[in-house]
């Protein structure tokens, strides 16, 4: 098995897993919080280079304003409290998305904690944060045809590695393995230049209940590929 560098997970299930339990949705947000940390702790203990979670996409603010008030102060919650635990293990935070439409204090309280972690040299913990998949491939056109019109690069000089670093997480190996919980198969506009060779694991679990032993199974099942990439490789 080739070395694992970058899990990306799409969280998914909390609204269904507080529904099963008559509960209220940002009841399923808060439990969900359990089963993010311990990925956290289980991307640093087989030393991941990355790992990348999908928390809000761009479609979410479509959400009743009152769930999105909730996760945007549960946002805040956490940062508070696993700031220490980051700092302990080395983790570098980064956010990818447009940040400038979270409101003032949750975007503070981000920024606060990417400048607190920027020096740490351990596995970098990526949060996709009103982020969308094809709204980071229009940025990045948008970017390379800017440096085109000014004369900085020729239209030559556009290929696929030049593109790759004018994505949000420019420099970063794409996603080894996605995870997606709750049993939905579909990438949900997340990462969708990163993913065109990433294995896929689809686990039934909701996001509250996914457990190390779901980690555990996700990893197993990418050690049993054979990654091509298109090529053949011979038996």
């Known amino acids: 098995m080739a070395a694992m560098r970058h899990i990306a997970i799409i969280m998914d299930g909390n609204g269904r897993w507080a529904k099963s339990k008559g509960l209220e949705r940002f009841l399923g947000h808060r439990s969900g919080t359990k089963s993010t940390v311990m990925a956290v702790g289980y991307g640093c203990d087989i030393q991941l280079e990355h790992l990348t979670l999908y928390v809000f996409s761009s479609e979410n603010w479509s959400r009743p304003s009152i769930e999105v008030n909730y996760l945007m102060g549960l946002m805040i919650e956490m940062v508070e409290q696993e700031l220490p635990n980051l700092m302990a293990r080395n983790v570098r935070l980064v956010v990818i998305g447009d940040i400038t439409r979270i409101p003032e204090k949750p975007r503070m309280k981000l920024q606060d904690a990417i400048r607190q972690t920027a020096k740490n040299s351990g596995m970098q913990l990526n949060l996709a944060i009103s982020y969308g998949g094809r709204q980071e491939i229009v940025d990045a ?42 049993g939905e198969y579909r990438l949900s506009n997340y990462l969708l230049w990163q993913a065109a060779y990433s294995e896929f694991f689809i686990s039934d679990v909701l996001w509250p209940d996914f457990s190390k032993e779901d980690m555990d199974k996700a990893v197993q099942f990418y050690s049993t590929r054979q990654r091509r990439f298109g090529k053949v490789i011979d038996e």
């Not at 045809?145 to 004369?151: D, E, I, L, R, Y």
């Not at 593109?163 to 709750?182: E, M, N, S, W």
Request: proline share 5%.
């Open 141 to 182: 056109c948008k970017g390379i045809a800017s440096k085109v019109a000014s004369g900085e690069l020729k239209i030559d000089d556009v290929n696929e590695n030049l593109f790759a670093q004018h994505l949000y997480l420019k420099g970063a190996p794409d996603p080894d393995l996605v995870i997606r919980t709750g």
